[in-house]
Each structure stands twice: as C-alpha cells, then as structure tokens.
C-alpha cells in the first residue's frame, strides 16, 4: 500500500460511538495501548484509496450519503484476525451493510468489524479476556460516512446520511 492513502469509513450514531469507545477504553484502561490510529471516529472501513482519487471520493461520499438511509446493525460477535494482530467488535452482516460496502468497491472477502487493539499476537491474546467480559450483544446503527488521508492523519469529509 502507498505511503499515504484515503479511507473511506462508516460511522456510527452517537450511542453506538459511545458504546464501542467505551469497550476501547476499558482496554486502555488495562495497559493496552496498541498501534492503531487514536483519535478517529470508531468505524468499518469501506475502502482504501489512492490519494489522487481525492476529488472523485468527496463526490461519491457526497452522492452515496444522499442516496443511503440510516439503518440498524447488531453487534453480535468479537474476534481476532490479521495473523492475530488484530482484536475486533463486528456487526452481524446485512443487506444494508453490503450495500453502503459495495458503493465503494467489491465486497469480496470482506469483513466488516471495528477495531478494537491492534498489537501483537501475545498483546491480543492477553487483551481478549477483557474485551469478552464487557461485551454483550447490542444495537447500533450507522449514520455517517467518514474519509480521511492517512500518514499523517486528515480529516477530509464527513457527510450525514440522509
């Protein structure tokens, strides 16, 4: 991947914002600091980008937020992946999701989750208990997309769904 690239994320209503920032913190709180980006909105990632697609990505965020309602997701599952680099709180999948998902590019092997830690595989491991015990299945519901350039962090667009 390029040195710095755009993302294109989906954000949450306030409640959910606060629901999985809550289950962050609590990981925080325990030592685990991790070497994920701090400071974004809690998110699914629906694509990365090159950079030079900046002015084609504000309008397809634009046109897409328009064109998309708000809508629910569960929260029913936690996990681990990317060689076991990466502890995460996932959405059951819906039409919905895949929907907002394929507006920016191929759902194909994707899976849609927010990221918790990022660390190595004896951080996540040791972290995992924590997260187990707070979490409980829970409603949510995505509001918002969110792009951003990445290294250092930009903040470029954020649109509402209407």
Same mark, same amino acid.
């Not at 809508?71 to 060689?83: A, D, L, R, S, V």
């Not at 999948?93 to 507006?103: A, G, H, I, R, W």
């Not at 849609?112 to 949510?140: N, R």
């Given at each position: 991947?390029?040195?710095? =690239?755009?993302?294109?994320?989906?954000?949450?209503?306030?409640?959910?914002? &606060?629901?999985?920032?809550?289950? &962050?913190?609590?990981?925080?709180?325990?030592?685990? +600091?991790?070497?994920?980006?701090?400071? !974004?909105p809690q998110h699914i990632t629906l694509g990365t980008f090159s950079v030079v697609e900046?002015?084609?990505?504000?309008?397809? $965020?634009?046109? $897409?937020?328009?064109? +998309? /309602?708000? *809508?629910?997701?569960? =929260?029913?599952? +936690?996990?681990?992946?990317?060689?076991?680099?990466?502890?995460? $709180?996932?959405?059951?999948?819906?039409?919905? !999701? #895949?929907?907002? /998902?394929?507006? *920016?590019?191929?759902?194909f092997n994707w899976t849609p989750h927010t990221t918790m830690l990022i660390d190595e595989?004896?951080?996540?491991?040791?972290?995992?208990? *924590?997260?187990?015990?707070? *979490?409980?299945? #829970? &409603?949510? %519901?995505? &509001?918002?997309?969110?792009?951003?350039?990445?290294?250092?962090?930009?903040? +470029?667009? %954020?649109?509402? !769904?209407?």
């Amino acid at each position: 991947m390029e040195k710095k =690239f755009l993302c294109v994320m989906a954000g949450y209503d306030d409640k959910t914002e &606060q629901h999985l920032a809550a289950f &962050q913190n609590r990981l925080y709180e325990e030592g685990f +600091i991790g070497t994920h980006t701090k400071d !974004l909105p809690q998110h699914i990632t629906l694509g990365t980008f090159s950079v030079v697609e900046e002015n084609e990505l504000i309008n397809l $965020v634009t046109r $897409v937020s328009r064109e +998309i /309602k708000p *809508f629910e997701i569960t =929260f029913n599952h +936690i996990g681990i992946f990317g060689g076991s680099k990466v502890l995460f $709180v996932a959405p059951d999948p819906n039409s919905n !999701l #895949f929907n907002l /998902k394929e507006k *920016f590019g191929n759902s194909f092997n994707w899976t849609p989750h927010t990221t918790m830690l990022i660390d190595e595989p004896e951080t996540i491991y040791s972290a995992l208990p *924590f997260l187990a015990e707070s *979490f409980k299945s #829970f &409603q949510g %519901s995505i &509001q918002n997309i969110h792009l951003y350039e990445f290294w250092p962090t930009r903040h +470029i667009l %954020s649109k509402i !769904l209407k």
